[in-house]
């Protein structure tokens, strides 16, 4: 598809297809009601670019082919802005301006900070810590197995999760925090589907008194309590003058800005805690129940993967240097996160007018691209739906354009995390085909709940049998 940049002939291109909706209220509804179905449902009916009415006058847009991601993530990324947005905007309260919402100079000085955690030298340090974790929650799922009882996996990998995120990037152990960051911040994305889905959300968040924002604020807070004794307890080290941890808190609170020697102000730390702990977390945990779940729903797949780990692994805890040979198993998760794509849709404000893909956008909208569309696409992926990790062969990648597939992100607001999530994901899925198979409890129910991430709405009860 031909992508043209703004210019004079601005006036001529037309506004994509769309739904108008409700003559009040626009799309609303429909987006409330099931968000994932009804962009999949415009998609057939009218495309890959599609403008829509999400309520009275405010339209905003849905683009979903590679061509389309390329162009606004990358090539012309300085018109597309994470801020000011009513979507993201929503998200303030609870992560500030961390690195996912933040913009401009201030993003830039803040990803340049955080990005030498995420060196492979780093990297391979924190996989020690990974699989140290990994094999503590093997271990206490055997009396389980032996039973062959059954655990909400979904829980399992949250907890996970947090504790390695906390360890590597803070040197904390959140386990026993776990539970209340767990529920706090489930609470706090279903509260936030709410305001962003409702029409006056904007207005509603910033009613204090009125008792749903009250609510969203008690979460909010109970999240806050957590992240301020992170960097309350890494304080009082310092001053203690204990050794320096040498992690990505050391680092955020090193830092000096080069011209004022200014150092990066308590909000500012706080907001990239928060956001890190949880942008670290949840992500990979989700991408790995739906992983598992596929697994069970397919078990030649499973079996297969089970031979490359027994072969590669003979048994033995892996190590960092193992993962370029967990092919197959890297395979799965890809092919997993194409199906269910935890972050399953991206916004952006077009600051300027401008044409994508031949149609003219608004200066000013929403532009919405989600991965759970373009992985979809029947263009570059032969039936969509079925679970098939050989679409992933290094021959197959190559033959599909970059953006055909996206789990996380492009262009210079990537996932910073990309490939600590690959470690982790790679690492923690071997530990546990290598000693578990784990089957979908039949009856119980698989929903997809898109929130901030794609979560699975009723958690995900697997039965344990060991191998
Ligand atoms: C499977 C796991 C993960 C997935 C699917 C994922 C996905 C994404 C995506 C799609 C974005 C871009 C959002 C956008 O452009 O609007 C993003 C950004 C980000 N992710 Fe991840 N992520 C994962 C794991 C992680 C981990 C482990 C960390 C940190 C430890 C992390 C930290 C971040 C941060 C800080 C950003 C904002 C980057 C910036 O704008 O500079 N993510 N992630």
Redesign the pocket.
């Known amino acids: 598809m031909a992508t043209v940049s703004v210019g004079t002939d601005e006036h001529v291109v037309s506004s994509p297809p769309g739904p108008r909706g409700h003559w009040l209220w626009g799309t609303v509804r429909e987006f409330r009601r099931d968000i994932l179905g009804t962009m999949q449902s415009w998609v057939q009916e009218y495309g890959d670019a599609i403008r829509f009415r999400f309520f009275l006058h405010y339209y905003s847009y849905i683009f979903s082919h590679p061509e389309h991601n390329k162009y606004i ?1 990358q090539d012309n990324n300085h018109n597309y802005t ?1 801020l000011p947005s009513p979507t993201l905007g929503l998200l303030v309260p609870l992560v500030g301006y ?3 919402t ?1 913009d401009g100079d201030s ?1 830039l000085r ?2 340049r900070l ?1 990005q030498p955690a ?1 060196h492979r030298r780093r990297i391979e340090r924190f996989s020690e810590i990974m699989t140290a974790a990994a094999e503590l929650m093997v271990e206490s799922w055997h009396p389980v197995a032996k039973e062959v009882g059954s655990i909400d996996l979904s829980e399992e990998m949250m907890r996970l ?1 947090l504790e390695i ?1 906390g360890k ?2 803070f040197s904390v152990d959140l386990t026993r925090e776990a539970e209340t960051v767990g529920t706090a911040f489930l609470a706090a994305n279903r509260q936030f589907r709410d305001f962003s889905s409702h029409p006056f959300g904007t207005w509603l968040m910033n009613m204090p008194w009125l008792p749903r924002t009250r609510r969203f604020m008690r979460n909010v807070a109970l999240l806050d309590r957590i992240v301020n004794g992170i960097i309350d307890g890494r304080r009082s080290s310092r001053d203690a003058g204990s050794g320096a941890s040498e992690d990505l808190l050391d680092l955020l609170m090193d830092a000096q800005d080069a011209e004022t020697g200014e150092r990066m102000s308590d909000r500012q730390l706080r907001d990239e805690v928060m ?2 702990m949880l ?3 949840e ?2 945990s ?2 790995l129940t739906w992983a598992l779940y596929l697994l069970s729903e397919h078990p030649h797949v499973r079996e297969e993967l089970e031979r490359e780990v027994d072969e590669v692994l003979s048994g033995r805890i892996p190590v960092f240097e193992d993962i370029s040979r967990l092919n197959y198993t890297n395979m799965v998760l890809e092919e997993s ?1 194409r199906l269910y ?3 399953y849709a ?3 404000t077009a600051t300027s007018a401008d044409v994508v893909g031949g149609f003219h956008v608004d200066k000013g909208a929403i532009v919405t691209l989600s ?1 759970y569309l373009t992985h979809r696409h029947p263009e570059f992926w032969d039936a969509p739906e079925a679970f098939d990790p050989q679409r992933f062969t290094p021959q197959r990648k190559a033959e599909r354009p970059r953006y055909a597939y ?13 490939n ?3 470690t ?2 790679t690492l923690i899925l071997a530990m546990i085909a290598q000693r578990y198979r784990l089957d979908h409890v039949e009856g119980h129910p698989v929903d997809l709940e898109p929130l901030i ?1 794609l979560r699975p709405r009723y958690g995900m009860a697997m039965t344990l049998h060991e191998r």
């Open positions: 993530l994470k961390g690195l996912v933040n993003w803040q990803r955080a995420f999760t995120v590597s990037l956001t890190l942008a670290g977390h992500t990979t989700n991408a996160m794509p935890p972050a991206m916004t952006r991965p996206m789990p996380f992100g492009g262009g210079p607001r990537m996932c910073i995390g990309n600590f999530a690959m982790e994901a991430t």
